[in-house]
């Protein structure tokens, strides 16, 4: 079975500071990834996805997110973020394949951004 | 652009109650999805669709059902409502791997 972590609950970062959220997963074979967002009271909004190719993927937002294999990463980065980026940050693993259709989801990661 | 609506956005019931959530997509998506989300356990499957009137159990169906007679509608029903209930519900839905959600229902059982 698949499985993610994301092991910050919490990130607080400057406005205009650099910022990366971790995201580890575990799956037998490549997985697809998936960055989602959701802002105070607000459903969830794709950021990103990988499916396969480039390992590093452009997002919306100047998001970006870069698969490693070795590590079992696929670590999300904002060179520099606005206050609008608080919200909280969801990573997920899906299966390839006919029928696998069900994401897993992290714990999520809360970030604060200060002025 | 791919929209899922959820019929409420707060809501409020008293324990025993039943209660109707209801999700509509519309982009002909052949899966849907209702998930619930608490603080640090993030979303947990509850029940999900592959076709009308098909469904599969998630990770925690226990309380809940679900219907899904037409294609963009899928329905989840909580039998007896009971506080350990209160939760944000997000429906999703999707055509392959690829899940949109709705904006959420926040449940408050009494």
């Known amino acids: 079975a698949q499985s993610v972590t994301q092991p910050d609950i919490h990130i607080t970062v400057s406005e205009g500071a650099s910022l990366e959220l971790r995201c580890n997963y575990s799956y037998g074979a490549t997985p697809y990834l998936f960055w989602y967002v959701q802002s105070p009271g607000q459903g969830l909004q794709l950021l990103l996805k990988?499916?396969?190719?480039?390992?590093l993927v452009q997002g919306i937002k100047g998001f970006e997110a870069e698969f490693k294999r070795s590590q079992s990463s696929f670590n999300l980065r904002k060179p520099s973020v606005h206050w609008s980026d608080a919200a909280e940050y969801f990573c997920a693993v899906g299966a390839q394949g006919f029928g696998n259709e069900k994401l897993t989801f992290g714990t999520g990661t809360r970030l604060t951004i200060i002025p | 652009d791919v929209k899922v609506t959820q019929s409420s956005r707060y809501l409020v019931k008293r324990t025993g109650e039943k209660v109707f959530l209801e999700c509509v997509q519309d982009?002909?998506?052949?899966?849907m999805f209702w998930y619930r989300q608490d603080p640090g356990l993030g979303l947990r499957l509850i029940y999900f669709?592959?076709?009308?009137?098909?469904?599969e159990k998630g990770d925690i169906p226990e309380g809940y059902s679900v219907s899904r007679e037409k294609k963009e509608r899928f329905s989840l029903i909580l039998e007896s409502a009971s506080t350990n209930q209160t939760s944000m519900y997000l429906c999703?839905?999707?055509?392959?791997?690829?899940?949109?959600f709705g904006p959420g229902t926040r449940l408050t059982v009494t």
């Open positions: 999703a839905s999707s055509w392959g791997t690829e899940q949109y």
């Open positions: 990988y499916f396969s190719g480039d390992t």
């Open positions: 669709s592959y076709d009308v009137k098909m469904k």
């Open positions: 982009m002909d998506h052949e899966n």
